[in-house]
């Protein structure tokens, strides 16, 4: 299994109060992302990013902001959360490994977050 | 519009029996991975098919890309109720670090 971490796991807050997600992995992968899925809609992505300090927006990335300090960290940030926003998030990282290739994706375990 | 359909969106089956998910779209990818869900958890890498045409098999579970590249199926031989779960298509259309294009998946149930 990919070495992907995601904390918290679980998370209630209310509208209007920042939230930060932390993705943490130890494969040295370059690329990572950020996902959302929701019932009928799969996984939507959030944000990327392919390097420390390399970023770019997915389908879904209005609300959310991202930041990559170190190859090993991908935050994602709720500024401000919205009940809109309560959703499972998943972490994605992808590099070069076994199945040759940069395109295969290896997940976290999600974090369940409900604002409230 | 989504870009793959997956079909069926559900699937509920007795244990034993053969079936399969079909992956479908006017896209073409340069790799196409199948992943399986279960509740609480992060998707599961399964297989990635990268050459047209090209079929892997991982015990009972036959993959195959098509021709053109532009779909892809997934056959269960002999369904056991731990194969319950949803799977999920997700196609690439570039090189390094593609973005990849996920199907909604198929939730399959497997009763014993």
């Known amino acids: 299994d990919a070495g992907i971490t995601q904390s918290p796991r679980h998370k209630v807050t209310e509208t209007g109060t920042p939230v930060t997600l932390r993705c943490h992995q130890t494969?040295?992968?370059?690329?990572m992302y950020w996902y959302r899925q929701d019932p009928g809609h799969g996984l939507r992505l959030i944000h990327y990013?392919?390097?420390?300090?390399?970023?770019d927006k997915g389908e879904v990335s209005d609300g959310y902001s991202v930041s990559r300090s170190k190859t090993e960290d991908f935050l994602l940030t709720l500024e401000s959360a919205t009940s809109s926003q309560t959703s499972v998030y998943f972490c994605?990282?992808?590099?070069?490994?076994?199945?040759?290739?940069?395109?295969?994706?290896?997940f976290g375990p999600g974090t369940r977050l409900t604002v409230l | 519009t989504q870009l793959l359909e997956q079909s069926p969106q559900f699937l509920s089956i007795q244990e034993g029996e053969n079936l399969t998910v079909y992956c479908n779209s006017s896209s073409v990818f340069s790799s196409l991975q199948w992943y399986r869900q279960e509740p609480g958890e992060g998707p599961v890498l399964l297989v990635t098919v990268v050459t047209g045409g090209e079929v892997k098999k991982l015990k009972r579970l036959t993959f195959q890309f098509g021709d053109a590249r532009k779909d892809s199926s997934l056959h269960i031989t002999a369904a056991q109720p731990g194969d319950t779960g949803l799977y999920l298509c997700a196609g690439a259309r570039g090189t390094s670090g593609s973005r990849l294009t996920f199907g909604e998946g198929t939730q399959l149930t497997v009763n014993p």
């Open positions: 994605a990282i992808s590099g070069w490994g076994l199945a040759g290739t940069t395109d295969t994706q290896y």
């Open positions: 494969e040295n992968h370059r690329y």
């Open positions: 990013s392919y390097g420390v300090k390399d970023t």
